[in-house]
């Protein structure tokens, strides 16, 4: 069974910046380089936001709000997703979570992502 493991958030101040890494288990290095991996986070209240989405390792589609300021990437040699943040606002303050897609089309929307990590807290201070 594939798991999604987080680690990396924390508290920073605004213009800091955090990686944060999700370890891929119990999944095969090639089936793994094959599903659509992406980050999403979420706030008190509201639903998960698509923040940034991969496709083996060249095609990503950030949001707007983190365009330019976080970078998405994926290490196939150790079954592992990362997400630079640098330049962080308050705004980006919120549980982010990596998840996995094996099939269908590669976007921000959480529908259709299968496997979820347990979330990993940002928190950025002004």
């Known amino acids: 069974q594939v798991q999604l493991v987080e680690s990396g958030g924390g508290s920073v101040q605004a213009g800091g910046s955090l990686r944060l890494s999700c370890a891929a288990t119990?999944?095969?290095?090639?089936?793994?380089?094959?599903?659509?991996m992406g980050w999403f986070r979420q706030t008190p209240g509201n639903g998960r936001e698509g923040v940034a989405v991969?496709?083996?390792?060249?095609?990503?589609i950030y949001s707007e709000s983190v365009q330019g300021r976080f970078t998405i990437s994926r290490d196939m040699t150790n079954n592992t997703l990362y997400l630079q943040m640098n330049a962080l606002k308050p705004e980006d303050t919120a549980m982010y979570y990596c998840?996995?897609?094996?099939?269908?089309?590669?976007?921000?929307?959480?529908?259709?992502?299968?496997?979820w990590g347990q979330g990993t807290q940002v928190t950025v201070s002004s």
């Open positions: 119990g999944v095969s290095r090639l089936t793994y380089s094959s599903y659509c």
């Open positions: 991969i496709v083996r390792n060249d095609i990503t």
């Open positions: 998840a996995a897609k094996r099939r269908g089309n590669c976007a921000l929307e959480s529908n259709g992502f299968e496997y």
